[in-house]
């Protein structure tokens, strides 16, 4: 299983971004799809998760501003945000798993200038 991320780049605070990430490869079809995201000198932590069957997981810091979504049928998950912050400067991973397996995307570095 591969999963390729895209999206990322520089925006002013306030900006919008759109990530996406695609998958291939043998996938379960009963899977949850997430974004997780880590900034310099910190953990890496769940932004959104979004199972097969359409439930979502924010974290906290980002309900109400980023929206996750996914298209089952190309195994593509996106996540868009908007009213973007300094602090949501990271590098952005996507996340693929069922059971007991996982899988991450390379990741893409999204920097946000106040």
């Known amino acids: 299983v591969q999963l390729q991320a895209s999206g990322g780049g520089l925006v002013q605070a306030g900006g919008s971004l759109r990530l996406s990430c695609a998958a291939s490869g043998s996938i379960s079809s009963t899977n949850r799809m997430a974004w997780y995201r880590q900034a310099p000198g910190k953990q890496r932590e769940l932004v959104a998760r979004i199972l097969t069957d359409g439930t979502i997981t924010y974290a906290a810091s980002t309900k109400g501003r980023f929206t996750i979504s996914r298209d089952s049928a190309k195994n593509t998950v996106y996540l868009q945000m908007n009213t973007l912050k300094p602090e949501d400067t990271a590098v952005y991973y996507c996340?693929?798993?069922?059971?007991?397996?996982?899988?991450w995307g390379q990741g893409t570095q999204v920097t946000v200038s106040s």
């Open positions: 996340n693929l798993g069922w059971g007991l397996y996982e899988y």
